[in-house]
């Protein structure tokens, strides 16, 4: 769940670790939650609901009353309950992995104010057994996939539980799952030693004090995209119109090391361009000026009010109805949504669905899918019989 309180947070740890005046700078800004944002608390809801049920005592009225009302939100839907059931079934599978009975925490409020001042923030769920523990992060978005490896979210959590439970787990080694199913590369664990884990808690204390001291460098990257100044920050808009360090001394040509420095920055500048241009409509919708700009109505597309009362008069008028209507199949991702999610509609027709391979796509070096492998047919031109 979002940690909205802790001007520290743990879900903003990227930001506020690369750009520790971000935290202050940001502290009174309001917020813009989405629908994407409420979409997530009620699958996190009724994900928590779930594995409560499952691993804890609940009298089976209370859950129905809680399931009623969570599915009667209109933004609950079918393929919800498909995505909570694997969180639940990724839950399960490691609470049946040990041979003994583990402790499960669900919702854990987790406190990292020894490392982080200020810091707390709630573990989705934790499950522990000898001298392991487990932080399981249920996340429902399926814009950006984020992973567990070295997660500085998961991290924090870890730091606050391993606090918490000294006194009854002597934990060793710390495993990091993110479940989130709906992007494609799925779910993803990562483990760390305590000693690693305490050495990396030492090693960020003084950025989280400078950080809650508003002091500190600026320092734009990847991690604005969720910073509340994204569009007006200073820092980042000096950054992005500063040249980009290339030599303006010969050759004429571009060496493939600076097309890199290119690339980067280009990217860099899209979002934040696109950041720039949201502030700039809703700025002047508000009522404010933005110089050089005004907001007008853009192009639009017609659309028929009454589909049915509409083809009746062309019916009327002797148009066949066969040649009215067109009969299309639902995609994937709409079958997904009737059926209740990934899951079950893999059991009923996976064998029916496959996925191509994509095309080769441009991405920076730290990106974690694995490099593109070439086709060695397309490579000869078809079939090669030497
Ligand atoms: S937009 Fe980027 S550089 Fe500016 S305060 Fe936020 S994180 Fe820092």
Redesign the pocket.
């Known amino acids: 769940m979002p940690d909205t309180h802790a001007l520290l947070s743990a879900s903003a740890a990227k930001?506020?670790l690369?750009?520790p005046?971000?935290a202050r700078?940001?502290e009174n800004m309001p917020d813009t939650a989405s629908e994407y944002a409420a979409e997530g608390t009620l699958a996190h809801a009724l994900g928590e609901l779930k594995v409560r049920k499952k691993f804890e005592i609940m009298k089976k009225s209370v859950y129905d009353k809680t399931l009623k009302e969570l599915k009667a939100d209109p933004l609950y839907s079918p393929e919800m309950d498909g995505y909570t059931d694997s969180y639940l079934d990724y839950v399960a599978a490691i609470m049946h992995s040990f041979k003994n009975k583990p402790y499960i925490a669900i919702e854990k409020r987790l406190d990292y104010s020894h490392i982080a001042p200020g810091g707390f923030g709630t573990g989705d769920c934790l499950i522990m057994c000898g001298g392991e523990l487990h932080i399981i992060d249920f996340k429902y978005g399926k814009g950006v996939p984020v992973s567990a490896e070295d997660n500085p979210q998961l991290k924090l959590y870890a730091l606050g539980a391993v606090r918490e439970y000294e006194l009854l787990y002597d934990i060793q080694n710390i495993t990091l799952h993110i479940v989130q199913p709906r992007t494609d590369d799925g779910n993803s664990s990562w483990t760390i030693t305590r000693a690693a884990l305490d050495e990396w808690g030492e090693s960020i204390k003084l950025v989280a004090q400078l950080a809650y001291d508003g002091k500190g460098d600026?320092?734009?990257?990847d991690?604005?995209r969720f910073?509340?100044?994204?569009s007006t920050?200073?820092?980042?808009a000096d950054?992005m119109l500063s040249e980009a360090g290339f030599s303006s001394l010969p050759p004429e040509l571009l060496s493939d090391d600076e097309l890199g420095k290119v690339l980067e920055r280009a990217r860099l500048f899209a979002n934040w361009l696109s950041d720039v241009e949201n502030y700039a409509l809703n700025a002047i919708l508000s009522g404010k000026t933005i110089t050089g700009f005004r907001a007008v109505e853009g192009t639009s597309r017609r659309k028929i009010t009454d589909i049915d009362g509409a083809f009746e008069v062309l019916k009327a008028n002797g148009y066949d109805e066969a040649v009215l209507y067109e009969r299309t199949p639902l995609g994937i991702t709409d079958l997904e949504k009737l059926i209740g999610g990934k899951k079950k509609l893999t059991e009923l027709i996976g064998g029916f669905i496959e996925k191509p391979q994509g095309k080769p796509t441009l991405v920076p070096a730290d990106d974690k899918r694995p490099d593109y492998k070439q086709d060695i047919n397309k490579i000869f031109g078809g079939n090669n019989n030497d």
């Open positions: 930001r506020w690369n750009c005046p971000s700078l940001t600026f320092k734009c990257g991690h604005c910073c509340k100044a994204k920050c200073r820092a980042r950054f």
